[in-house]
């Protein structure tokens, strides 16, 4: 039973809570002393960091190897500190276990998405489930609805629902001593979730953001009656229209967090400040460009290297996340909290489209360039498909009379140019709804041609 967890829980919960009471200096005391800790337990129990950091091991962080997820799979027993796991194993476990078993009795498993050629595995020891759920934690309290085992808040989760997703294990965890909780898949049709959201009547929501904007177009047309404390978006780009009409139909915009199926949260949005700030005492972020060479706080890189300080079964030092961030230049003046803010997100890489340049070869797009045509459009959903490398698809739903097709389209031509794209053909089509992938997401950039994208 989950339940044993709890008290474990709720201290790590106040022990989080302290750390945003740290100077900097505080902080980065306890990041080196937290780095240290991991490297020596990775060097002492992990054959793969034995060789890939060897002669290196006395050496700053910055100067050591990138992990990417195809070596970490690929070296994945040598790379866990227990020997007793075998990926064939985790993989014969998770395809046939349905019932939130423990691998070995003792780990629990995500894995990434399923849609991936080779999804990543990763397990996670009950102080280290404690640390992700608590990061979960913190997420939620930092939009001001504290974590309250009195007050317990309804929560609705609607997002992708295989059981190895890294949100569906941990609203599995805190389902019932914690917070009563649903979870909806987001690839069922529509009025089906607007149903059960109806009948459940969630204190707090969250789903990616493509989802927030489509209920919100639905509670707007009066089919959804929900009153939501609190909306949660995570896995897209937020956009400024997303958030103003959740605004105006939950009184609040969503609070926007940021994560990965490896490392739980590693940012969410302050209530003060409304900026994500990074939790930086749980992980260190690394801001790198294509080449991984440093990027300076203030521009956006094309990579994040990621150290998470309390991984133990399978320690990640210079992860590989392929996200465009910025950084903030200066610390927050409004919020006080010690830890620097992201304030910019260009996009995963993956929701990037690769176009040919104007210049020869190819260059990255990011969803940023759309977002800056699209996202003021009055209609209630759009998307961005890119059919072949000199056909572009724009699809729109509930598009309200006025919009002028051609017009858009050369504000979208105008956009293209502006980065050097050598521009396609683009057709405007309009829809009743904009289709969902398989894990229900109606992401607002997609590529046909480049099939074998990585999920989060
Ligand atoms: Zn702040």
Request: net charge neutral.
């Amino acid at each position: 039973m989950n339940i044993k967890i709890i008290p474990g829980l709720l201290s790590t919960i106040r022990q989080l809570r302290k750390h945003e009471n740290w100077t900097r200096s505080q902080l980065e005391a306890s990041q080196a002393d937290g780095l240290k800790q991991l490297r020596a337990h990775a060097y002492a129990h992990s054959l793969f960091y034995q060789k890939f950091h060897r002669g290196l091991m006395d050496r700053p962080l910055n100067e050591l190897p990138i992990l990417t997820k195809a070596m970490l799979m690929e070296n994945f027993n040598e790379l866990v500190t227990d020997s007793s796991i075998r990926l064939e194993k985790v993989r014969e476990f998770v395809s046939g276990n349905a019932d939130n078993q423990r691998y070995l009795d003792r780990y629990w498993v995500t894995a990434t998405s399923g849609r991936e050629r080779n999804p990543g595995f990763f397990l996670f020891n009950e102080s280290e489930w404690i640390a992700m759920i608590a990061s979960f934690g913190r997420g939620q309290e930092w939009s001001g609805a504290k974590v309250n085992i009195l007050r317990r808040r309804k929560m609705a989760t609607v997002a992708s629902i295989s059981p190895w997703h890294m949100s569906s294990q941990v609203a599995v965890t805190i389902k019932t001593p914690l917070t009563p909780s649903i979870r909806i898949a987001a690839s069922l049709p529509l009025e089906n979730i607007v149903q059960q959201l109806n009948v459940w009547q969630p204190d707090l929501l969250i789903g990616y953001a493509s989802m927030a904007r489509i209920l919100a177009e639905e509670q707007l047309a009066g089919r959804l009656h929900i009153a939501p404390e609190k909306v949660f978006t995570s896995s897209e780009v937020l956009t400024d229209e997303t958030r103003r009409r959740v605004k105006a139909v939950w009184g609040d915009e969503p609070f926007n967090q940021y994560g990965a199926t490896e490392t739980a949260d590693i940012a969410a949005e302050y209530k003060l400040c409304r900026r994500m700030h990074i939790f930086e005492d749980l992980v260190l972020v690394e801001v790198v460009d294509q080449q991984y060479r440093p990027v300076p706080h203030g521009e956006y890189g094309a990579k994040l290297l990621v150290t998470t300080l309390f991984s133990r079964t399978q320690p990640l030092i210079r992860y590989e996340i392929n996200d465009s961030v910025r950084l903030s230049a200066e610390p927050c003046s409004i919020c006080g909290l010690p830890f620097v803010f992201i304030d910019g997100i260009q996009g995963r890489v993956e929701d990037a489209l690769s176009m040919q340049s104007a210049k020869g070869g190819q260059i990255l797009i990011q969803p940023l360039v759309f977002n800056r045509v699209m996202d003021i459009l009055p209609v209630s959903g759009w998307q961005v498909i890119q059919e072949t490398d000199s056909l572009l698809t724009v699809l729109l739903s509930g598009a309200v009379n006025g919009i002028r097709d051609d017009v858009l389209s050369d504000a979208i031509r105008k956009e293209l140019a502006l980065e050097g794209a050598v521009i396609p053909l683009i057709k405007v089509q309009h829809v009743t709804e904009i289709p969902k992938n398989a894990s229900g997401k109606a992401p607002l950039i997609k590529s046909n041609i480049h099939q074998d994208r990585m999920i989060a």
